[in-house]
């Protein structure tokens, strides 16, 4: 899967991470930042899940005839494919961060 269009994507209905959220301020980096990316990242995770769940069942709505238009089945389900593929490049550049701090000389 190619991510390079993600780079600098803020979808509106993600919470998006900034650098703020990352890195904080230099308070916070010494009081816990690792703590704060990854509640950050599980955040992402549970809207992602979200927002799979209602392109789920926005589909059974479809299909079951109690919603007639399709095209919020088809909002609903680019919205979670955008949200994974998001999801998707922040956890592989975090595995990309932390292979390269493994293979540090200390």
Same mark, same amino acid.
């Given at each position: 899967?190619?991510?390079?269009?993600?780079?600098?994507?803020?979808? $509106?209905?993600? @919470?998006t991470i900034t650098e703020n959220t990352l890195l904080g301020s230099s308070a $916070?980096?010494? @009081?816990?930042s690792f703590e704060n990316v990854l509640s950050a990242?599980?955040?992402?995770v549970n809207e992602t899940n979200d927002l799979q769940n209602s392109a789920e069942s926005a589909q059974m709505q479809f299909v079951l005839g109690m919603a007639d238009n399709p095209h919020d089945m088809q909002i609903a389900a680019s919205k979670a494919l955008s949200a994974v593929q998001y999801t998707q490049a922040v956890k592989d550049k975090m595995l990309e961060a932390y292979r390269e701090i493994m293979n540090m000389q200390i």
């Open positions: 899967m190619d991510i390079s269009m993600l780079t600098g994507v803020r979808p $509106d209905y993600m @919470e $916070d980096v010494k @009081e816990g990242a599980m955040n992402m």
